[in-house]
């Protein structure tokens, strides 16, 4: 089984400050990790996912994220929000033996001008 | 680039009647999925298709049928509409499963109302 946890519904940050988006996972074995925006009335779009033995990934638009092993994390930041970062963000897990991405219920992220 | 198209983007229906959501892909993907996406719950597997010839259930297939047409199309059908069946449909293809570590990539949606 895998499941994922987005534990804060709504994130607010003024613009220019950093910014982190919370994502605890359970798995069996490796985790397959990725991060998603929503835009509104868009699809879902690819930011980032993880890559075995990098804590740290870059993606799109700047973002990056954080993996930690020991804490079952994987939180999305940005060291400098803009004002267009304001979407909704998904994280969705999976391993080498599920075919299929289990996602979290999605955070708002509101950057305030 | 198309990426991946869906369509119609709004429909209302009543109670009773039924409907077939249309998906394509021009990305030459083997793995194709349907999504529905309510408020507070994320988005839910309806099903998936993990290659041309194949289909199989996600978390929430209960009143949908889908058909893998070919390579590039797979449609969801809805054979007798329900209220509870009201939400944002998305579909998604991705160039191995979710095993091999591939992101996936969604259409726009259908916004989908059941009076």
């Known amino acids: 089984a895998q499941s994922v946890a987005q534990p804060e519904d709504q994130v607010n940050v003024a613009e220019g400050n950093p910014l982190t988006v919370k994502c605890t996972y359970s798995?069996?074995?490796?985790?397959?990790l990725f991060w998603y925006v929503q835009y509104p009335n868009r699809g879902l779009q690819f930011l980032l996912k993880?890559?075995?033995?990098?804590?740290l990934v870059k993606g799109s638009y700047g973002f990056e994220a954080e993996f930690n092993k020991s804490q079952t994390s994987f939180h999305l930041k940005k060291p400098s929000a803009l004002v267009s970062d304001s979407a909704l963000y998904f994280c969705?897990?999976?391993?080498?033996?599920?075919?299929?991405?289990?996602f979290g219920k999605g955070t708002m992220l509101l950057v305030s001008p | 680039n198309a990426g991946v198209t869906q369509t119609p983007k709004f429909q209302v229906l009543k109670t009773g009647q039924s409907m077939t959501l249309q998906c394509a892909q021009d990305?030459?993907?083997?793995?194709m999925y349907w999504y529905r996406q309510d408020p507070g719950m994320g988005l839910r597997l309806i099903y998936y298709?993990?290659?041309?010839?194949?289909?199989d259930k996600g978390e929430v297939p209960n009143g949908y049928n889908v058909s893998r047409l070919n390579k590039r199309e797979f449609s969801l059908r809805l054979e007798s509409a329900a209220p509870s069946q009201t939400s944002v449909y998305f579909c998604?293809?991705?160039?191995?499963?979710?095993?091999?570590?591939?992101?996936?990539?969604f259409g726009d949606g259908t916004r989908l109302s059941i009076l």
């Open positions: 998604a293809s991705s160039d191995k499963g979710a095993r091999d570590n591939q992101p996936q990539h």
């Open positions: 969705a897990v999976s391993h080498s033996g599920y075919s299929t991405l289990t």
């Open positions: 993880y890559i075995t033995g990098d804590n």
């Open positions: 298709s993990a290659s041309e010839g194949t289909t």
């Open positions: 798995v069996s074995g490796n985790p397959y």
């Open positions: 990305m030459n993907h083997n793995s």
